[in-house]
């Protein structure tokens, strides 16, 4: 199985350390937005799109780079996020970027996330929130997520 993980880590590297464990697992490179190469994407069996949660959203720039990728044949993608608060029913994260991902033909196997360090305001002051995550605990189960998703795509029928 050929994957690549598509990740945006900017304030203190956490979504990075989960990618990276991901990767890892499933023998996949991780790139930034900037970094992939959209035609060696789209000849992946599975790709994975991370970012920290900013204003509970996805960042601005892998919403770009997955809003800018052509549509084309059903591809199977997972999502993960890193945030400081879980995610909360009045306003979902990941839902919105499900359906970004959907409406490009990506047929999203799976969602991951795990609580991370914070810093936003108006915890700055003092150092942020979850300080120390993503801990071992957080990415082991990242590791489990990932060891698991060649199970759920090779069991699905593809889309076309």
């Known amino acids: ?78 999502a993960f996020a890193t945030s400081g608060f879980p995610e909360a029913p009045f306003r979902p994260f990941t839902r919105p970027f499900v359906q970004l991902l959907e409406r490009k033909n990506f047929e999203v196997a799976a969602t991951f996330s795990c609580r991370a360090r914070d810093t936003w305001l108006p915890f700055k002051p003092v150092g942020g929130i979850r300080k120390g995550r993503p801990d071992a605990a957080d990415l082991e189960a990242a590791r489990t997520f990932a060891a698991g998703l060649p199970a759920r795509i090779g069991s699905r029928p593809r889309r076309t």
């Open 1 to 78: 199985m050929k994957a690549m993980i598509v990740c945006v880590s900017v304030s203190h590297g956490n979504t990075r350390k989960v990618a990276d464990v991901m990767g890892q697992t499933l023998q996949a490179p991780v790139v930034t937005p900037e970094e992939a190469d959209v035609a060696q994407l789209l000849a992946c069996d599975l790709v994975g799109f991370g970012s920290g949660i900013f204003s509970m959203s996805f960042h601005p720039r892998l919403r770009q780079f997955v809003e800018a990728l052509p549509e084309g044949e059903s591809r199977t993608a997972f």
